[in-house]
């Protein structure tokens, strides 16, 4: 496999990726950072999964049920057929709250004829660090570990067990089931049961939908990367994961892996502004809880990313018995970034409490405590703007004055006055207004480099960066100015390749990027339209879709050679902005509507 070729499945407490053989390749349970029980994806030969195996004759085939986080993977040669239908149970329950176990269930679809396969069914629990061995008992298989740490797997089946666990050829004559669970099951399960969750599950993501509005141009796009956001988001707290997984490389070989399985306040704010805006309250409302129960003292600083419990320390190891994604080693848990100091955050986490009062502002929860933070911020903005830091690219040596965290400084207070406005307590503002006004006229004399022409990565540089694009839409500047115009071509002239941008082109810690970070690619798309170029932006929209993996998902790298995906997967930050980009480029244009307008009035005729 030479891409990213996985369907994501998940239940708001955990996720899993299958391949489009349908082989269950990585999941961690029972929750998303938890340890691996699959982790074939970061070592084909200890790494452990759950395949299912046919003979040359099948075709194989795989999509997503429409509208549903419910994967299938169809098996056919012509005469017999049957499908895999994979998904973690998610529903509502009778009395209240959600149903969201920490297992998994392989729903195994006859269709025609007498279709034979076997399974290859190989857990290696805690990550592989120890030998996982298996043994069947009278109502399930269990697998368990006790070398490093105990842990155990349950495995419950209608089809025999000894021929699963032997990869004995099986013929499948009527529906069967499979359900790995991270508990042992007080109720037997049966293939009934598993039908149940079956449609209970598809119902709930089907009404998630509908309550998720259409659009005229990518609609489907739209769909699944919103739904992709909500597999990533973690009920028990609010928390918004990066992506599902760790280590994958942002180029094959090298060491630029990191584990993603954290809530980075910066992506969890992004995210949850978008999925706001496609009306889901309640994803926002957790999350603001999220934040509000991480700062109980006043002037608290934010760390730049958390654990999906509220963890507070996110201590990186390598484990060095994995080869890695492609050989991609060192294959890292845990993530030192939590230490940095990140200047934009507070900018972001204001663009989204102020969202949330304009958006939800008759329902609004926690409002003397989100104005207890809103204050807290300009405290530290006002205390720190001033000061180098790691910027949005986690640099992890050298801090700077990067232009993006300056701009996400003016943000926080903008932000922040705005808030002030619509709670009333316009007594700060004499004191904010100016502030706002300082911060913006000091990235004006020195973000902006006269002989580039261009808003550069850093005050002094002459480098420049994609980050850079966001001051249009964050409000900073309009689009019109043309300095943002300026910026906007020098961005295309330096850091475009072939309609894929670089970040940067600078070096940075582990040397010059090699690959291109996907939503900088949006970010630049975005910024075309803005400034008028309308069908170059429609274009290389859709020449960006195309690199998707086969169900529409994107990781958070792609190649620039072989277009291939490269980084963690699905990444939450591609998602978001392929949302934002889709819906401003499904946009009606004038034209379009006089088109509609002529339509309309031919068919008022014709009646």
Not at 36 to 65: P, R
Request: include cysteine; charged fraction near 25%.
């Amino acid at each position: 496999m030479n891409n990213l070729d996985y369907g994501i499945i998940g239940n708001c407490r955990s996720a899993a990726l299958i391949s489009k053989t349908g082989s269950l390749d990585w999941c961690c349970l029972p929750e998303f950072d938890s340890s691996s029980v699959f982790a074939k994806l970061l070592d084909e030969e200890i790494g452990g999964h759950f395949g299912i195996t046919v003979d040359d004759s099948y075709n194989v085939s795989q999509k997503y049920l429409k509208n549903t986080a419910i994967l299938v993977t169809s098996f056919s040669n012509g005469v017999d057929a049957f499908d895999i239908m994979d998904f973690m149970p998610r529903y509502h329950k009778t009395t209240g709250g959600y149903q969201s176990p920490p297992e998994i269930i392989r729903f195994v679809k006859y269709r025609t004829g007498t279709p034979k396969f076997s399974v290859d069914y190989n857990p290696k629990l805690e990550y592989a660090l120890g030998d996982t061995n298996t043994y069947v008992k009278s109502d399930f298989i269990v697998s368990l570990t006790d070398k490093e740490k105990f842990d155990t797997l349950f495995l419950y089946t209608d089809l025999d067990k000894e021929s699963v666990i032997n990869g004995t050829e099986i013929t499948l004559s009527q529906d069967a089931y499979f359900l790995i669970g991270y508990n042992e099951k007080i109720f037997k399960p049966d293939v009934h049961k598993a039908y149940i969750e079956f449609e209970r599950t598809k119902v709930y993501w089907l009404n998630w939908m509908d309550n998720t509005p259409s659009y005229q141009r990518y609609n489907d796009e739209i769909s699944r990367s919103a739904i992709t956001l909500k597999l990533l988001t973690y009920d028990k707290t609010g928390a918004v994961l990066a992506a599902a997984t760790t280590s994958l490389p942002e180029t094959i070989g090298e060491v630029r892996n990191w584990d993603y399985r954290f809530c980075w306040i910066r992506d969890a704010s992004m995210v949850i502004k978008v999925v706001s805006q496609l009306g889901h309250k309640k994803i926002a409302r957790r999350y603001l809880q999220f934040i509000i129960d991480l700062i109980p003292d006043k002037d608290e600083k934010l760390q730049i990313m958390y654990g999906i419990n509220k963890e507070k320390k996110l201590t990186e190891e390598t484990l060095d018995h994995l080869s890695g994604y492609k050989n991609s080693k060192p294959v890292r848990i845990g993530n030192a970034a939590y230490e940095q100091r990140q200047n934009d955050i507070y900018g972001i986490l204001m663009d989204v409490i102020h969202q949330q009062l304009v958006n939800f502002k008759t329902d609004i929860e926690n409002g003397e405590e989100i104005w207890t933070i809103t204050k807290g911020i300009v405290w530290v903005v006002n205390k720190h703007w001033k000061e180098a830091d790691k910027g949005i690219w986690e640099f992890r040596t050298e801090e700077r004055h990067f232009t993006f965290s300056k701009v996400l400084c003016w943000v926080a207070i903008d932000k922040a006055i705005k808030v002030a406005e619509i709670l009333g307590k316009t007594g700060k503002l004499k004191k904010w207004i100016p502030l706002e006004q300082e911060i913006k006229a000091d990235i004006m004399t020195n973000a902006w480099n006269e002989k580039v022409q261009a808003f550069t990565q850093s005050y002094g540089s002459e480098d420049l960066d994609a980050s850079v694009l966001l001051m249009e839409p964050y409000g900073f500047i309009d689009a019109n100015d043309s300095k943002y115009v300026n910026t906007v071509k020098g961005i295309e002239r330096d850091l475009s390749n072939d309609g894929l941008l670089y970040r940067y082109k600078n070096k940075d810690d582990f040397g010059l990027p090699s690959s291109s970070f996907t939503i900088c690619t949006f970010w630049f798309i975005n910024s075309l339209y803005k400034i008028g170029e309308e069908q170059k932006a429609i274009a290389l929209f859709d020449q960006l879709l195309s690199y998707s993996n086969h169900l529409g998902l994107f990781s958070e790298d792609i190649d620039f050679e072989t277009k291939r995906l490269l980084g963690n997967f699905p990444q939450a930050y591609s998602h978001l902005a392929l949302i934002e980009t889709a819906i401003n480029l499904s946009k009606v244009t004038d034209e379009e509507k006089v088109i509609e307008t002529m339509r309309d009035i031919r068919d008022d005729s014709a009646k």
